[in-house]
C-alpha cells in the first residue's frame, strides 16, 4: 500500500479518537467502514495494533485501551496534539494534505494562502539542525545590498506562512527569513549547541519572532465585537487570561515583551481592540493610529 494511503488512515484513527473521545475496536470498525478508509473493509485487531504503535512512533501520541469500561480506545495524552508541537503541526498538516488530495475536482473552489519562498531550503537547514553543522547562507534584507554569513542553526520558526531560522553568529542570536535567503550551504564546520538553551524558552516571552530588549509589561486590553470569540478559540500567547466579561467588552491580559509583532497584531483588530495598559503601551498605539489618520487627511486636502 502507497505511504500516502497508509498516512490517511494513521490520521483518519487519531482524528476519531479526538472527536468521539473513546471507542471500542467494534465501534471504530463501524465509523471506519462507514467513511469507506480502504473502500468499505473492516480494521483488523491485527492492523489497528500495527496502527497505534505506528501513530506513537511519528507523532507521539499514545492511544490507550480502558479495560474497566468495555475496552474502549482513548488517546491518554491530548496535550501533545493540542500544544504548538511539531507533532501537532504535522498531524495538522496531514490531515489537510489528506482532506485536499481527495478534492482535486474541488480546486477551483478551494483558496489557499500565498507562501513566500525558501521552502526549498528547509532540507538542508534541517540536516545542518540534525548535525550540528554551521551554515554558509547568502542573505539579502529588504532594499538592503546582500551578504554572506556563517551562522550556528538552533531552531526553525513559522510565522505568518513564512519561515524563519534562529542562529548563533558568534556574537550574538539572530533570525533570519528564509524567504530572503539567496543561497545556503552546510559547512564542514561543527557547532556546539549548549545543553541548557531551548527555542520554546527563548521565544516564550515574546509574540512573533522579534526577540529585542523590549521590557516585560502587563499589558490589559479591551475587546469588542466579535473579537473576543477570535482570541479565545486562538490566543495570541500563552500567557492570555480572560479577566472580565460583559454584555459590551471582554477584557484579556498578558504577561509578555510587546515588541514590534505583538504591537501590529493588536493593531489589526482596529477599533474592535482597546489596549488599557500599560498607558506607554496605549499611547504609542495612539500616536500610530494618529499618524496613519493624518496621512489619509493629507490626501483629502
Given at each position: 500500500m502507497k505511504p500516502a494511503k497508509i498516512f490517511q488512515q494513521y490520521i483518519w484513527i487519531v482524528n476519531t479518537l479526538r472527536q468521539y473521545k473513546k471507542l471500542s475496536l467494534e465501534q471504530l470498525n463501524v465509523l471506519w467502514v462507514k467513511d469507506e478508509v480502504i473502500g468499505g473493509e473492516?480494521?483488523?485487531?491485527?492492523?489497528?495494533l500495527r496502527h497505534k504503535d505506528a501513530i506513537l512512533n511519528m507523532f507521539g501520541i499514545i492511544i490507550e485501551c480502558d479495560l474497566e469500561h468495555g475496552y474502549k480506545y482513548f488517546i491518554s495524552n491530548p496535550e501533545v496534539i493540542n500544544d504548538d508541537t511539531i507533532e501537532g503541526w504535522m498531524l495538522s498538516t496531514l490531515t489537510v494534505n489528506a482532506i485536499l488530495s481527495d478534492s482535486a475536482s474541488l480546486?477551483?473552489?478551494?483558496?489557499?494562502?500565498?507562501v513566500p519562498a525558501g521552502e526549498e531550503y528547509l532540507q538542508t537547514i534541517i540536516l545542518a539542525l540534525k548535525t550540528?553543522?554551521?551554515?554558509?547562507?547568502?542573505?539579502?534584507?529588504?532594499?538592503?545590498?546582500?551578504?554572506?554569513?556563517?551562522?550556528?542553526p538552533y531552531a526553525l520558526k513559522l510565522f505568518r506562512q513564512r519561515w524563519y531560522?534562529?542562529?548563533?553568529?558568534?556574537?550574538?542570536?539572530?533570525?533570519?527569513?528564509?524567504?530572503?535567503?539567496?543561497?545556503?550551504?552546510?559547512?564542514?564546520?561543527?557547532?556546539?549547541?549548549?545543553?541548557?538553551?531551548?527555542?520554546?524558552?527563548?521565544?516564550?516571552?515574546?509574540?512573533?519572532?522579534?526577540?529585542?530588549?523590549?521590557?516585560?509589561?502587563?499589558v490589559v486590553i479591551r475587546t469588542y465585537g466579535n473579537v473576543p470569540n477570535y482570541l479565545?478559540?486562538?490566543?495570541?500567547?500563552?500567557?492570555?487570561?480572560?479577566?472580565?466579561?460583559?454584555?459590551e467588552y471582554t477584557d484579556?491580559?498578558?504577561?509578555?515583551?510587546?515588541?514590534?509583532?505583538?504591537?501590529?497584531e493588536l493593531m489589526s483588530y482596529?477599533?474592535?481592540?482597546?489596549?488599557?495598559?500599560?498607558?506607554?503601551?496605549?499611547?504609542?498605539?495612539?500616536?500610530?493610529f494618529q499618524a496613519s489618520l493624518e496621512k489619509y487627511s493629507n490626501k483629502n486636502d
Open positions: 473492516v480494521l483488523n485487531r491485527k492492523s489497528f480546486r477551483n473552489r478551494i483558496l489557499l494562502e500565498n550540528n553543522r554551521r551554515l554558509n547562507i547568502t542573505y539579502q534584507r529588504f532594499g538592503c545590498e546582500s551578504y554572506e554569513k556563517t551562522v550556528s531560522i534562529l542562529t548563533y553568529t558568534g556574537r550574538h542570536m539572530a533570525t533570519y527569513a528564509l524567504d530572503r535567503m539567496l543561497s545556503v550551504e552546510i559547512s564542514d564546520e561543527i557547532f556546539e549547541m549548549p545543553e541548557d538553551f531551548s527555542p520554546e524558552e527563548y521565544f516564550a516571552e515574546y509574540y512573533g519572532i522579534t526577540t529585542d530588549d523590549t521590557p516585560m509589561a502587563h479565545r478559540t486562538l490566543p495570541l500567547h500563552a500567557s492570555q487570561k480572560e479577566i472580565e466579561h460583559t454584555d484579556f491580559s498578558y504577561d509578555i515583551r510587546p515588541s514590534v509583532d505583538f504591537v501590529l482596529t477599533d474592535g481592540l482597546e489596549v488599557l495598559e500599560p498607558i506607554e503601551l496605549r499611547q504609542k498605539i495612539c500616536n500610530s
